[in-house]
T-cell receptor, first 110, second 115 residues
Framework: GDSVTQMEGPVTLSEEAFLTINCTYT??????LFWYVQYPGEGLQLLLK?????DKGSNKGFEATYRKETTSFHLEKGSVQVSDSAVYFC?????????FGAGTTVTVRA | DAGVIQSPRHEVTEMGQEVTLRCKPI?????LFWYRQTMMRGLELLIY????????DSGMPEDRFSAKMPNASFSTLKIQPSEPRDSAVYFC?????????????FGSGTRLTVV
């Protein structure tokens, strides 16, 4: 069935480093794609989304481009901060619900 | 809007006791989802409702778990009797139309500890 696969963590970076979290999807149709972020002790928050091929979602310095040719939606940020430490989830829209990836834990050290 | 509101934030109970978790979705949203999150199993969808009707409860682990949505502004997840392995963070989320295109809004979760 339709699903997403994201890179396993944990990922540990230094401040101002470049972050990439890979996400690939399998889908029979044309789903919307999402990145959610979960900060410690909180629920998941929508970080960004893209609804069709070649769309770029962006928010808080994060970007992801919906690539139909590679079935990917990789999350990137050019210069991370300690406050970006969180768990990041890739998700894909099914007709009536979202399918989430397993989550990638990112730790940014000062 | 105050967002999705869950109560209580923390619950500690003894094995065998009944536990009821509550959720108030965003006004106007017509789909509601209950998730469970643990270190071992990650984020699991337990059940979801569309227009107050349960659509898919295949993720409910056992008959000890039940969920209701008596109206558009309230849902409960009940565990009876509770067991230590039910310890987890339970999240409620709501969305508009039930289509993923609109994304979900999550509550802050209820951390359940069964001792």
């Amino acid at each position: 069935g339709d699903s997403v696969t994201q890179m396993e963590g944990p990922v540990t970076l230094s401040e101002e480093a470049f972050l990439t979290i890979n996400c690939t999807y399998t889908a029979t149709g044309y789903p919307s794609l999402f990145w959610y972020v979960q900060y410690p002790g909180e629920g998941l928050q929508l970080l960004l989304k893209a609804t069709k091929a070649d769309d770029k979602g962006s928010n808080k310095g994060f970007e992801a481009t919906y690539r139909k040719e590679t079935t990917s939606f990789h999350l990137e940020k050019g210069s991370v901060q300690v406050s970006d430490s969180a768990v990041y989830f890739c998700a894909l829209s099914l007709p009536d619900k979202l399918s989430f990836g397993a989550g990638t834990t990112v730790t940014v050290r000062a | 809007d105050a967002g999705v509101i869950q109560s209580p934030r923390h619950e500690v109970t003894e094995m065998g006791q009944e536990v009821t978790l509550r959720c108030k979705p965003i006004s106007g949203h017509n789909s509601l989802f209950w998730y469970r999150q643990t270190m071992m199993r990650g984020l699991e969808l337990l059940i979801y409702f569309n227009n107050n009707v349960p659509i898919d409860d295949s993720g409910m682990p056992e008959d000890r778990f039940s969920a209701k949505m008596p109206n558009a502004s309230f849902s409960t997840l009940k565990i009876q009797p509770s067991e230590p392995r039910d310890s987890a963070v339970y999240f409620c989320a709501s969305s508009l139309t039930g289509r993923g295109n609109y994304g979900y809004t999550f509550g802050s979760g209820t951390r359940l500890t069964v001792v």
